[in-house]
């Protein structure tokens, strides 16, 4: 596999506790809820609609995504106790919904499988350590998707036999593994927690810091096998996710920015957002809507 550089040398992650980027380390210290923004286009310029809290109560909503479709928004809810299942809110119909209902594990990171027929998820598992990616019918039946695979943190589906996903190692990596024969290929190390394929491409994106602590979006292209740098990130943000249009979003405090990677540009400042600071940005599939994540 080629690899290119960052201007300086990548290293290894080190002074960073485990815990960080477990899942399950979020609820217990912060509240969130999960708002939907109606996004349009006049010309090049994107426009944002007024932002509906779609969770609104006290606790841990997070981590959302959309149906291919656009029809749906999954998210995770945590009760008080710190029980973790899978929601799903009706965008038409504005009702929510929940999908899982499992005492013995906790999910985080709900997606729909490629195929539309399963939500697959990262579930802590009974025993409090194993995190394993599972999957479960959206009408019925719940299944351990890779055995093999454990200490999964975040993940995203490349393609509908593929899945690049970040694990709890020392240091942290960025594996890919075909879902049937589960045999990982290590991609990087010092790797954030965003992990998204842009859509339309085998391309898996991810951040990746250097000796500095400088963080870059960078690609992974499955079919040529190979990592190439597409930006820098801004502030202390790494949550960015891409656009309908094949843009970059990222947001920074209460900011929304956009770049297009591939034509030299800066970060150009979309918005600044009243519903205050947020994080997890995730665009639909048709590009009518973003979700997002803000601290209650």
């Known amino acids: 596999m080629q690899t290119s550089t960052i201007t300086a040398p990548l290293t290894l992650c080190m002074g960073i506790c485990l815990f960080l980027f477990l899942p399950s380390f979020s609820f217990a210290q912060i509240e969130t809820d999960v708002f939907l ?3 349009s286009y006049e010309g090049e310029q994107m426009k944002l609609g007024k932002a509906k809290n779609i969770t609104n109560r006290k606790g841990y909503d997070n981590q959302p995504s959309f149906s291919p479709d656009g029809s749906k928004v999954f998210y995770v809810a945590a009760d008080d106790s710190g029980q973790s299942d899978i929601f799903y809110y009706d965008i038409q119909q504005g009702g ?3 999908l899982t209902e499992t005492p013995l594990r906790k999910e985080y990171s709900p997606k729909v499988t490629p195929d539309g027929q399963h939500v697959t998820a990262v579930a802590i598992e009974k025993d409090g350590v194993t995190q394993r990616i599972w999957k479960y019918g959206l009408k019925s039946g719940e299944a351990l998707l890779m055995e093999k695979v454990d200490s999964v943190g975040y993940y ?16 942290f990596t960025l594996q890919v593994t075909n879902v049937k024969k589960q045999e990982p290929q290590i991609i990087a190390a010092n790797i954030g927690s965003a992990i998204h394929t842009q859509p339309g491409t085998d391309t898996l994106t991810f951040i990746r810091k250097d000796e500095e602590g400088r963080a870059f979006i960078c690609a992974y292209h499955r079919s040529l096998d ?3 740098v597409l930006a820098e990130t801004l502030g202390d943000s790494e949550d960015f996710c891409w ?6 979003l990222l947001g920074d405090g209460q900011a929304l ?3 297009n990677p591939y034509t030299g540009e800066e970060w150009k400042k979309v918005s600044d957002l009243t ?4 994080y997890r940005p995730k665009v639909s599939p048709d590009g009518k809507y973003l979700a997002i994540v803000v601290y209650q």
């Open 275 to 278: 519903v205050g600071r947020f």
């Open 156 to 171: 995203d589906w490349i393609d509908a036999d593929h899945l690049g996903y970040f694990v709890l190692t020392d240091p």
């Open 226 to 228: 190979e990592v190439k």
């Open 243 to 248: 656009s309908a249009r094949g843009t970059l």
């Open 37 to 39: 923004i109606p996004l």
């Open 257 to 259: 920015y956009e770049l």
């Open 96 to 98: 929510t919904s929940q």
